[in-house]
């Protein structure tokens, strides 16, 4: 092939010159993409807990679409970026309540580099046929990685945590939180397909068929799927109900040193659970067949003080019912967060050991690096807590009672371990003192209504200072307390042991998206090789 030359008159000729670009021009088209990029990022904020602005988050997407189609990786990893900054700055202002801004930004920086990523990867897609369900696949790919990686993962602002009031809801069952977020990114991917569609018609008046019918299932299957869905969601009993009793004991004051409080935590704990067995004894309120007490309602160790171990027997013999009780023991050198399940009779009869423990928080990766940075950080977590090895099931008075211990809600592989092991029932003891009245209580317990319909069971949240609550297989919250107030709910709930799809499936749909992701990338990239060939030609 011969390539000729054209001259610069015979260009000018047929292709007239415009006028050049004004600096203000220049800035102006560089700098609304990223506003547009940072803005979205917050819109995604905002539809999350404790707000019920779920369907925020199409627009979100849509708007995340449209500043990444046809982008260079360049311009996309920094749009990205700014996106991950948007959503994560707000989203997670609640890890730097007590410890300050340091440990809040260096987190939101490292987890926004995964957003960063994955908008590269939305951008390499965005120009292939059917790109929302590619895009949306890329997504979710992300937030695989970011499950897993750096330090067992940090999942928290998975799109699905988002969606508990949203009519997606129903696909948690079918294929767990991987499922429920792909479909709510593709409907806000294929939102953005059906505007920009629509806007190319009007302008041309010509449009791909096949590209307009992708867009518009992009939007509609998503909505079908999780109407289709419903018949997943139920909460009729499958075993018989049981009473659940949940306390909340109230901790002295909020703040990191709600540990040099132990005694009185374990008192108030205590306190409220004999202040019920007066109620049950007086027929306020009917007799539990169990009680669930919060993570660290006892940091006093029963097993090696005496006295706390009389004070958790005394109450758990006022209520004549077994307690699943939230200690801190030390077995053999190691540190546990611990659950101990405590007989009225017989004291302590079984235990479960928290698996997926919190970095910085119980223990500290980096620790000689932290502390030559800030000693007050490493002398926050003076010993590392140890992992326990095996799924927590208690048998409390014929029910099973499958235990999530705190920040293990946000994984999937804990919740789904103790189904499969059994629970009819889930508890999710936790602690949010350290963290005062910010969002996070509210993002939790969002995570435990999703959980809740993911598995189909009922799911008990007794935290210390609360919010404590009591959420059905469908996910509605019943009862709920105030934040740092001392309270109990009692209540009769059902018990299922029938396996959702999702619980089934476990793993499985979120390596199938990541599959689709990996080819859509790989189509991309062969068909940018094929065309840079082409242009060399």
Not at 240 to 267: E, H
Request: proline share 7%; glycine share 10%; with cysteine.
């Amino acid at each position: 092939m011969t390539v000729t030359a054209t001259s610069v008159d015979e260009s000018d000729a047929l292709h007239p010159r415009t006028a050049p670009e004004s600096r203000a021009a220049r800035w102006l088209r560089r700098l609304v993409p990223a506003a547009a990029a940072a803005l979205s990022g917050v819109l995604l904020y905002i539809s999350f807990p404790p707000r019920t602005l779920w369907w925020l988050a199409l627009p979100a997407f849509a708007v995340f679409g449209w500043v990444l189609r046809g982008r260079g990786w360049k311009a996309a990893l920094g749009l990205g970026y700014l996106f991950g900054l948007g959503f994560l700055l707000p989203l997670l202002v609640w890890t730097g309540v007590e410890v300050g801004p340091g440990p809040w930004l260096a987190l939101v920086a490292i987890e926004a580099v995964f957003v960063a990523l994955v908008g590269v990867g939305v951008a390499a897609v965005s120009k292939l046929p059917g790109s929302p369900v590619w895009a949306a696949a890329v997504w979710i790919a992300g937030e695989a990685a970011r499950a897993r990686v750096p330090f067992d993962g940090f999942p928290w602002g998975k799109i699905a945590f988002g969606q508990a009031d949203g009519v997606f809801l129903p696909l948690a069952a079918v294929g767990g939180t991987p499922v429920l977020g792909f479909a709510v990114v593709l409907c806000g991917f294929g939102l953005y397909d059906v505007v920009r569609l629509s806007l190319r018609a009007r302008r041309t008046r010509v449009v791909g068929r096949g590209a307009a019918a992708v867009a518009l299932l992009s939007v509609a299957v998503p909505v079908v799927g999780a109407l289709a869905a419903r018949p997943l969601v139920s909460d009729k009993a499958e075993d018989g109900t049981t009473t659940v009793a949940v306390i909340q004991g109230n901790v002295p004051r909020a703040g990191l040193d709600f540990n040099s409080q132990r005694r009185a935590v374990l008192d108030y704990h205590a306190r409220e659970t004999q202040r019920l067995a007066a109620e049950v004894e007086a027929g306020k309120v009917a007799k539990p067949d169990f009680v669930l007490w919060p993570e660290n309602s006892s940091d006093i160790d029963p097993f090696a003080n005496p006295d706390a171990y009389a004070v958790i027997d005394g109450a758990a013999k006022a209520i004549g019912v077994p307690i699943s009780v939230g200690g801190v023991v030390e077995r053999d050198g190691k540190l546990l967060n611990e659950q101990i399940l405590w007989d009225p009779q017989k004291g302590p009869v079984d235990t479960y050991d928290k698996r997926q423990i919190q970095p910085f928080g119980e223990y500290l990766p980096l620790r000689p690096l932290l502390d030559m940075i800030n000693e007050s950080w490493t002398s926050m977590v003076r010993q590392d807590f140890s992992r326990g090895s095996e799924p927590g099931v208690f048998d409390m008075d014929g029910a099973t009672v499958g235990l999530v211990t705190c920040y293990e809600a946000a994984f999937d592989w804990t919740v789904r371990s103790e189904v499969t092991d059994g629970a009819q029932l889930i508890s999710v003891p936790s602690n949010n003192a350290t963290f005062d009245r910010s969002e996070m209580t509210y993002q939790q317990l969002a995570m435990s209504r999703i959980r809740a319909v993911e598995h189909s069971r009922t799911v008990a949240v007794p935290v210390t200072s609360g919010v404590s609550a009591i959420i059905l297989p469908d996910g509605t919250i019943t009862q709920r307390t105030g934040m740092f107030v001392a309270d109990s709910l009692v209540q009769e709930v059902p018990l299922r042991s029938s396996l959702t799809p999702a619980t089934r499936l476990g793993v499985l749909p979120e390596i199938a998206l990541v599959l689709v992701a990996a080819g859509g990338i790989g189509w991309a990239i062969a068909a940018g090789a094929r065309g840079r060939r082409t242009d060399d030609v």
